[in-house]
């Protein structure tokens, strides 16, 4: 075993644990959407590329690494793919030899084989990659649906330079039907059949290695749903994998992407995986449309999580400098560490790279959508919600929840869920606006905790961390008699107003003026906010607040004239 | 970010042209060390060229607002865009530095 905690070395050959004789060389890459992780392995009879992946750089690499094995011993080359996703295949067209029929055979699943060779840009995914694929030709079709009723004995065979290979069906092995390619005089390798996240998913078992392809990502948000995906299928293949590791003989699991792992950590992480499979119901598939919405939608998350998480920092700065003032230098040399703001610099700017690479045309709406996932992921790392909650405005975390949380269910496949109900709109401006006029506690509340210095310190806290957002603003609100309830969710409406009341506070409004009432076929709110500066897009809401108000229930637009800016919220009055 | 630094009025004006990222931030508290260590104590940081602030950027405000708060000294922004000084206000900063709408403003009073 190599050292450090890697359980097989990146690019060199080391022993297959488990079988005598074989080697292996692992390609591994970070997790992406444009190549997978491949695996060379060879023993006395054949060399075995599993994956050649979707980069031309790593076929030019692992060509040469074949060449070098041949020139020592000349043996076929026998390239299995573990499903027909283009980041697993498509950079075999750009090698000679990889590409050369006469000098490697391509081995995958039938429903695989059949996507290849008809180049079905869906189930391959070259569609929503943006990728053109040729047809190519499969020389072994694997676990052919038409050979399930033989119990056992060879399917095909075939010779190469004098080796012969041999597929043999085999009885169901955990429920998962199986085969076993035998090449020359080597020990048998396994080909289990594991739909779910493809319909050609396949595991493949050499000694002591199992290749699993993308099994433990086929739960993931933006891969559940991809075209062919199959979420009965996925859970028995999982539960039928789980059950092949819990057996023993299996000491190292190769994914289709990133780290390679131990036996025991693949199952834990397949059990997790099967466990989020089984809540994933209804949902819709990612194809080009969603992806594209999705990635709308992520960009203008992230426009908002920028403001946010910067306003969030900048005001655990601010309490950590006052707490400083005071003479509590613990207190406030502890405060910054409860939100990474310089993670978080380092993700939202990640993110704006990346967004203008995707409008120049270099990547495709999927992986817009992809990146915005995998930045959200580890925002949601970066802050000590419970921690924070006790010094920052709830509604800012409340919101950030919220806001991650949305584009998750987005990218898994679902819309942000919607509760809505009949709201009696200026009962529910009335409890917005109390929540923002009065501050965190009460100044009978700090008296009395006077005798405590703890209770004293957590009020104290909380005063400089929340400062009521209109507290140096003069407030008019009017209602309308017998405005009828309206349809809305309350708690996307609940935060479009805030954000609302912070863009007018934060624009400079001295004044602010909101109005309740209705316009024929609507219910109408009213913010006006006086002494705004301007912004250069003249007022035009943002995307992001446009979309959160049409998710409350209503549409939203601005006006900027002379120093006041006013946002009107329209809701459809029930007939 | 692009930083041109002048001498006008007896104090050092900063004139901060672009985004305060992750990679600008550092570059600012450099400029400012740069100024403070030789030997300037009034230090005015014209904001009209930037469109956006970083916490990393709202952390290097306030270092350097601590060290320039001796008798005498003075450390200000002015032209701030909107959505600067959005931020800055809804972060609670505009009570921790003084916060001017032009550089000639700024510099009578100082």
Redesign the interface.
Known sequence: MPGGNEPLTPLQWQPVPGQKGAFVYPFTRKVDTVSSNSYLVQTSGAIILIDPGGLPDQATHLASIVREARAERSRPLLSILTHAHVDHFIAARSDPLLADPEATLLAIQEAGASAIESADGRLTMADLLGQEIPPIRIDLRLVREGDAGMSQGPVRRMSVNAVEITVVREPPEFGLPREQILVGNDPPLAIYHTPGHSPDSCCIRIGGLLFIGDLPFAASPGLAGIPGWNREALIRSLAGIRELLSRGGIAVVCPGHGRILLAGDASRMLGAVQEDTGTLTGVEELNQDRARETAAFAEACMEQVN?L???M???L???S?VMEELGEDGIAADLPALLR??V???L??DFAGFTREFHSGRYMPIHQALKGGQVISRLERTFDQEALARILDPTLLRRAERLLGDYTTMLRGYNPPREVVLVDLPATVGTCLSGHTLPSSSDEEVLASADDQEAFGRLLLARIGM?PLLSDVTVTFDAEAGIPAVPVDREHFLDLLTYLL??L????AHAITIHTGTERDAAVVTLSGEG????PDGGIPRRFLSGLCERAGGTLDAREADGSRTYRIRFPLVP | MEITTAARGGAVVLSLAGRIDTVAAPMLEQAVNRAIDAGDRKILLDFSGVSYISSGGLRVLLVSAKKLKGPGDRFGLCCLTADVLKVLRLAGFTSLFSIYTTEGEALAGW
């Open positions: 403001e998480f910067t306003v920092a900048g005001r700065y601010y309490v400098h703001g310089d978080i610099d380092d939202v700017e400062p912070e863009d506070v934060g624009t400079g705004c500066t301007g912004r």
